[in-house]
């Protein structure tokens, strides 16, 4: 795979074409993530089609389906029949001159609009869920959304301008996952502090459940639910019930201890989790073995997005003018890259949803920063 030259559009795309039809074009797939950041799909597509497409058009319409909406008007796609390869009207395969591009459903909730109409007081407590249970639907749940995550869209010329007016709609699937992992941390500390009757005791007990299911996650390699669940314990409101974390058991205690200082490893190098190097030469074979080893694994997006927003921060997209930076591509190609790897390893999972707990996770209704707040100074007064 050639490396892109310092310059402008014509040269950065000619540069990510394999030669020929044989080359791996894996490093192709993973610049399809970054080139929004300095050109237009219709322009960069220009450029392409002046080079080997034969493999390059499908991987394109496959893996970055959003590029081609609204259609585009771009006269190099017209398609020019070749004389004498036109076969008679009687002969030719329906729709062979058309190519439409159709976006998945989405997935259908396993709430019926009655089963939507419980109240929250009508749910059951999380303890009626195993650990093992609850970690795999999590788990379940992050692997989908996580190998739905378009790379481009955590780009940091791209992120970083989600709280931008009119921008409300910006990166749907990295919108998704960040969604996902707020209501698993909102519901450890619902869970913890939502029922009024509960006593310190209680309290205690539902956290060391959630400690259990943390573990379960990080043997599962779902490094994104255990994060959650390990900072929603860490958090303010939870953290400050003293009379609450004396009653938790000494095991789970050091259980809690443990797990965090493994987080603050495995978030920053997910990949140690399924022995593959992020210096990997060759993402191809590391791509195979992910699929051969059938390890699952799930990162801490968060982590992915902060690398990338301090690398667009900490370099120009130009330099001299108008030369586009290829340095700073290539650094946000081995990032893309390496979500890729990890992507591969997130479809290896084979948990079937549990319809009990999936209604249970969709109905519970997490409490607000202020909520929170104002139930645990509730339950343990701040000292005066």
Same mark, same amino acid.
């Given at each position: 795979m050639p490396i892109p030259q310092p310059g402008t559009r014509e040269p950065l795309a000619q540069s990510v074409v394999p030669v020929s039809q044989g080359e791996t074009i894996f490093s192709f797939t993973t610049f399809l993530a970054s080139y929004l950041g300095f050109a237009t799909t219709p322009q960069f597509l220009e450029q392409l089609l002046g080079s080997t497409l034969s493999?390059?058009?499908?991987?394109? +319409? !496959? @893996?970055? +389906?959003?590029? &081609?909406y609204p259609p585009l008007n771009i006269p190099s796609l017209k398609l020019k029949p070749e004389p004498g390869l036109i076969p008679a009207p /009687?002969?030719?395969p329906p729709s062979v001159m058309t190519l439409e591009l159709q976006l998945a459903p989405e997935a259908t909730s396993v709430c019926t609009e009655t089963e939507k109409s419980k109240t929250k007081e009508q749910l059951p407590s999380v303890m009626m869920f195993s650990p093992k249970l609850v970690a /795999? @639907?999590? +788990?379940?749940?992050?692997?989908?959304?996580?190998? %739905?995550?378009?790379? &481009? /869209?955590?780009?940091?010329?791209?992120?970083? @301008?989600?709280? %931008?007016?009119?921008?409300e709609n910006l990166a749907p699937t990295v919108r998704a996952t960040i969604s996902q992992?707020? %209501?698993?941390?909102?519901?450890?500390i619902t869970t913890c502090l939502g029922d009024h009757s509960m006593n310190a005791q209680d309290r205690a007990k539902t956290m060391e459940h959630w400690i259990k299911v943390a573990r379960e996650c990080l043997g599962l390699g779902n490094f994104s639910s255990s994060h959650a669940i390990l900072s929603a314990l860490e958090s303010f409101p939870l953290h400050r019930l003293r009379k609450t974390w004396r009653?938790?058991?000494?095991?789970?205690?050091? !259980?809690f201890k443990d797990l965090c200082g493994k987080d603050k490893v495995l978030i920053r190098d997910p990949l140690i989790k399924v022995g593959t190097s992020k210096l990997e030469k060759n993402p191809q074979r590391a791509q195979m073995r992910l699929r051969k080893q059938k390890k699952g694994v799930v990162p801490f997006l968060g982590t992915f997005l902060t690398d990338l927003q301090m690398l667009d921060a900490a370099m120009e997209e130009y330099v001299d003018g108008n030369v586009i930076n290829t340095k700073k591509k290539m650094k946000e190609v081995k990032v893309l890259q390496e979500m890729q790897l990890l992507q591969v390893a997130a479809s290896n999972y084979r948990f079937q949803h549990e319809q009990q707990f999936q209604m249970w996770f969709q109905l519970l209704e997490g409490l607000s920063e202020?909520?929170?707040? !104002?139930?645990?100074?509730q339950l343990e007064p701040p000292s005066q």
């Amino acid at each position: 795979m050639p490396i892109p030259q310092p310059g402008t559009r014509e040269p950065l795309a000619q540069s990510v074409v394999p030669v020929s039809q044989g080359e791996t074009i894996f490093s192709f797939t993973t610049f399809l993530a970054s080139y929004l950041g300095f050109a237009t799909t219709p322009q960069f597509l220009e450029q392409l089609l002046g080079s080997t497409l034969s493999s390059i058009s499908v991987t394109w +319409t !496959h @893996q970055c +389906t959003e590029d &081609f909406y609204p259609p585009l008007n771009i006269p190099s796609l017209k398609l020019k029949p070749e004389p004498g390869l036109i076969p008679a009207p /009687e002969e030719r395969p329906p729709s062979v001159m058309t190519l439409e591009l159709q976006l998945a459903p989405e997935a259908t909730s396993v709430c019926t609009e009655t089963e939507k109409s419980k109240t929250k007081e009508q749910l059951p407590s999380v303890m009626m869920f195993s650990p093992k249970l609850v970690a /795999e @639907q999590l +788990t379940l749940k992050d692997s989908e959304l996580f190998c %739905k995550v378009a790379p &481009f /869209e955590c780009l940091g010329s791209i992120w970083s @301008q989600r709280n %931008k007016k009119g921008k409300e709609n910006l990166a749907p699937t990295v919108r998704a996952t960040i969604s996902q992992f707020n %209501k698993v941390a909102g519901c450890v500390i619902t869970t913890c502090l939502g029922d009024h009757s509960m006593n310190a005791q209680d309290r205690a007990k539902t956290m060391e459940h959630w400690i259990k299911v943390a573990r379960e996650c990080l043997g599962l390699g779902n490094f994104s639910s255990s994060h959650a669940i390990l900072s929603a314990l860490e958090s303010f409101p939870l953290h400050r019930l003293r009379k609450t974390w004396r009653a938790v058991s000494r095991k789970c205690s050091k !259980h809690f201890k443990d797990l965090c200082g493994k987080d603050k490893v495995l978030i920053r190098d997910p990949l140690i989790k399924v022995g593959t190097s992020k210096l990997e030469k060759n993402p191809q074979r590391a791509q195979m073995r992910l699929r051969k080893q059938k390890k699952g694994v799930v990162p801490f997006l968060g982590t992915f997005l902060t690398d990338l927003q301090m690398l667009d921060a900490a370099m120009e997209e130009y330099v001299d003018g108008n030369v586009i930076n290829t340095k700073k591509k290539m650094k946000e190609v081995k990032v893309l890259q390496e979500m890729q790897l990890l992507q591969v390893a997130a479809s290896n999972y084979r948990f079937q949803h549990e319809q009990q707990f999936q209604m249970w996770f969709q109905l519970l209704e997490g409490l607000s920063e202020k909520e929170s707040y !104002h139930l645990s100074c509730q339950l343990e007064p701040p000292s005066q």
